[in-house]
């Protein structure tokens, strides 16, 4: 059974800084996967924050790009997200999605999302 685990989320200032922490864990095997950072604010649906590809390829919304870094560990299978500049925008709970996985025994597996982890952001 696969599990995505994110971390990282605490209220801070506007201005400020933070890390997020996405793990997965699971496979069964050598699999290769795209990580995603996702959000929802009070009130409004998921968007799309930034991915990065097992090659290491990352693509960003125009809302947080030259802002937030994604970047991953393969042999911890851990994606992070470093936000920067933070604005009360962008206060939300942020999900961690493992894309669709391929291995190299054969097995494939679904999209699996984490629980999410509260960011706020005061002003």
């Known amino acids: 059974q696969v599990q995505v685990v994110e971390s990282g989320g605490e209220s801070v200032q506007a201005g400020g800084s933070l890390r997020l922490s996405c793990t997965a864990s699971?496979?069964?095997?050598?699999?290769?996967?795209?990580m995603s950072w996702h959000r929802q604010a009070p009130g409004k649906g998921r968007e799309f924050v930034s991915t990065?590809?097992?090659?290491?390829?990352?693509k960003y919304s125009d809302s947080v790009k030259g802002r937030f870094t994604v970047s991953r560990d393969n042999a911890k299978n851990t994606a992070y997200l470093q936000m920067n500049s933070l604005k009360p925008e962008d206060t939300a709970v942020y999900y961690c999605?493992?894309?669709?996985?391929?291995?190299?025994?054969?097995?494939?597996?679904?999209?699996?999302w984490g629980q999410g982890t509260q960011v706020t952001v005061s002003s």
């Open positions: 990065i590809d097992s090659d290491g390829t990352t």
């Open positions: 699971g496979y069964a095997g050598s699999c290769t996967y795209g």
């Open positions: 999605k493992t894309e669709p996985a391929f291995c190299s025994n054969g097995r494939r597996y679904f999209a699996f």
